[in-house]
């Protein structure tokens, strides 16, 4: 066995791993482990970005483009503390990031050491970063390193991908042992399970006899790169589909049998349809009170009168929220092609059978569209926000990628964004950590060097990691930002509106004694980072800036002055009890036995 020290173990497991990166920042922690890289600094670089959570949120993204994982190296103490929320972006959304943390020498445990989290136990990150990974582990000994490098990786892409933590003391990143490097863990997505043919047999009998079938995908159906047979399926039934965030892209959402996003801020011919269908088959989607109206029968779903087959991997998501009619623990592609395999072998004839349902659907879409148009059409200053979704659909191509952040923007997105491609919609849905989408950019871009990456920032989120734009001219990543600048936390203000009466604090940038809106000039703060940036503030100049900053093929920031007051359609509700719910502004909540509405 080869006498290695620990950090070159980790070092050449990284890059057994193929992963071409690692994320992170410095502290005294971890230069045994930097040492190590800067041997290897042909194979594996390292990005070093000017806050932890940014190295996080890059590696987060950089999985969901490409699905193979890369590593993140922070400190011990603060550093790693830094990366607690990112982690959890990631878990919600099933994303992969292999978190190596530093801790304080073993030697030193318990004696109160510099950066030592011990009040309750000694080195105690494990304990603070559980929550929020699949796993955590702690190998306080160069032999216990193989095993638990091992286990790691294994975990983060076993079933449902997600964070995990290797947290290193730093003498074992320094001390050697007699030690092989253990194998690489099979890559994402080379281990799947399916469904019986009984139960494939099962749900094809519900599916042939519906009257009103929907498709629900969520980032399942992405994870297990599920696109082409999905469409296939979808085509072949004439199932309409509706997409969670994170799959939208894998059905192509320009195609008519693509009823968009629902729940909320979804688009209305998905809830109508939701709420009307007969059969929903879920694919590797969780019912979150988002895309669900927070559960409220005939907003977006009527379960249990609508019968549900729902497919996915983690037993905890099977009827989380809705009692199945059929579960089935299995990956979403899999079973997709076992349903195909027993269509081929059944060969039904379905000229003409979902015609009445497809006709409603039109003429949901028919009045969506009549109400939801015009609006696209508009010019103004401060801009509309349909203008801006509008004006990126019609500039960017379909396989460029959007890192969106949060807030009202991202709303907007929701509802009208038509994504084209699998993995071209990076979304921070379950945890909305502000900051995803700034600072995940560049891990997209690095994942996907040749296509162009936009992020969809709001003027909160932006200004909580703006020195994005130091690593983007470091590292050469030219990257789009387009800062959707309202001069407010405008979401968070539209509810103090919509609940509180319009009693506003602190949800908007004021300044001074007449409460004059305030940001900082983002194009002049981009231009001192070395960042090329322009300011919108008509709707006419967008599209232009847009096309231009994507052609320059550097990092570049548009400022876009877009209007606060502009809110998008309610098509569902959301409840935070014991707030009442409110009735949608477009479309009506519908439970079995009313009559038909329409608009
Ligand atoms: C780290 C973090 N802090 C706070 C929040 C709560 N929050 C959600 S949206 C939002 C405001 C977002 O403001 P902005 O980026 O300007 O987007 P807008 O809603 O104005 O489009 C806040 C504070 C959060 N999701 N994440
Ligand atoms: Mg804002």
Same mark, same amino acid.
């Not at 890289?37 to 970005?49: A, F």
């Not at 890369?70 to 190296?73: E, G, K, N, S």
């Not at 990126?392 to 379909?398: E, G």
């Given at each position: 066995?080869?006498?290695? &020290?620990?950090?070159?173990?980790?070092?050449?497991?990284?890059?057994?791993? &193929?992963?071409?990166?690692?994320?992170?920042?410095?502290?005294?922690?971890?230069?045994?482990?930097?040492?190590?890289?800067?041997? $290897?600094?042909? $194979?594996?670089?390292?990005?070093?970005?000017?806050?932890?959570?940014?190295?996080?949120?890059?590696?987060d993204a950089y999985f969901r483009v490409r699905h193979e994982p890369?590593?993140?190296?922070t400190s011990c103490g603060p550093g790693s503390c830094n990366i607690i929320m990112p982690l959890q972006v990631a878990l919600s959304d099933s994303s992969a990031v292999f978190a190596i943390t530093a801790n304080v020498p073993t030697q030193q445990f318990n004696r109160s050491p510099f950066q030592e989290i011990n009040k309750h136990f000694q080195a105690d990150f494990p304990n603070i970063v559980r929550p929020v990974v699949k796993r955590s582990f702690q190998p306080t000994r160069v032999d216990m390193l193989p095993l638990a490098l091992r286990q790691a990786m294994t975990t983060m892409l076993s079933g449902r991908p997600g964070p995990v933590n290797v947290d290193v003391p730093f003498n074992v990143f320094q001390e050697a042992d007699d030690v092989e490097l253990p194998p690489p863990a099979p890559r994402h997505g080379t281990q799947r399970s399916g469904a019986s043919p009984d139960e494939i047999a099962a749900c094809l009998e519900l599916i042939l006899k519906a009257q009103r079938p929907v498709l629900f995908i969520g980032h399942g159906v992405t994870l297990s790169e599920a696109s082409r047979e999905l469409t296939a399926f979808a085509r072949r039934l004439g199932i309409p589909v509706i997409s969670s965030p994170n799959g939208m892209g894998c059905y192509d959402m320009t195609d008519p049998l693509s009823l968009g996003f629902i729940g909320r801020n979804g688009a209305f011919p998905a809830n109508q349809a939701g709420r009307h269908a007969d059969l929903v088959i879920a694919l590797g989607a969780r019912f979150d009170d988002r895309s669900a109206s927070s559960w409220l029968p005939g907003y977006s779903w009527n379960f249990p009168s609508t019968k549900l087959i729902h497919v996915d991997l983690d037993p905890d998501e099977l009827g989380r929220n809705y009692p199945p009619d059929i579960g089935l623990l299995a990956d979403a592609r899999t079973v997709l092609r076992q349903l195909l395999g027993e269509l081929e072998r059944r060969a039904p004839q379905r000229e003409g059978a979902l015609e009445a349902w497809h006709a409603e659907i039109r003429t949901w879409q028919a009045e969506w569209d009549k109400f939801t148009q015009p609006n696209f059409e508009l010019h103004a200053s401060p801009i509309r926000p349909e203008r801006v979704?509008?004006?990126?659909?019609?500039?960017?191509?379909?396989?460029?990628?959007?890192?969106?952040?949060?807030?009202?923007?991202?709303?907007?997105?929701?509802?009208?964004?038509?994504? $084209? $491609?699998?993995?071209?919609?990076?979304?921070?849905?379950?945890?909305?950590?502000?900051?995803?989408?700034?600072?995940?950019?560049?891990?997209?871009?690095?994942?996907?060097?040749?296509?162009?990456?936009?992020?969809?920032?709001?003027?909160?989120?932006?200004?909580?990691?703006?020195?994005?734009?130091?690593t983007a001219v470091e590292y050469d990543i030219p990257v789009v930002w387009v800062i959707w600048n309202n001069f407010a936390w405008a979401s968070i203000r539209d509810i103090q509106m919509g609940m509180f009466g319009g009693r506003e604090l602190g949800t908007a940038f004021y300044q001074g004694p007449n409460n004059k809106p305030y940001n900082p000039d983002f194009a002049a703060w981009a231009r001192a980072s070395g960042v090329d940036a322009l300011t919108v503030t008509k709707s006419e100049d967008f599209k232009g800036a847009l096309e231009h900053a994507v052609k320059a093929n550097k990092p570049f920031l548009l400022d876009v002055h877009v209007d606060a007051e502009v809110r998008p359609p309610a098509t569902g509700t959301w409840q935070l009890p014991p707030t009442p719910y409110r009735e949608p502004a477009f479309g009506k909540r519908w439970l079995p036995g009313d009559p038909l509405t329409v608009g």
């Open positions: 066995m080869p006498r290695m &020290k620990g950090a070159d173990l980790i070092a050449d497991y990284l890059v057994a791993n &193929k992963m071409p990166y690692v994320f992170g920042i410095c502290g005294h922690g971890n230069v045994g482990m930097l040492d190590a890289l800067y041997e $290897r600094r042909d $194979r594996i670089k390292l990005v070093s970005p000017r806050h932890e959570q940014v190295a996080a949120h890059m590696a890369v590593a993140t190296l979704v509008a004006d990126c659909q019609a500039v960017l191509p379909p396989d460029a990628i959007l890192a969106c952040d949060v807030g009202v923007n991202h709303n907007w997105y929701m509802q009208f964004w038509r994504a $084209r $491609r699998p993995q071209t919609m990076l979304n921070s849905w379950g945890f909305s950590g502000m900051g995803f989408g700034a600072a995940g950019v560049l891990g997209a871009k690095l994942a996907a060097p040749d296509r162009p990456c936009v992020a969809i920032a709001g003027d909160g989120c932006f200004t909580m990691v703006p020195h994005v734009l130091c």
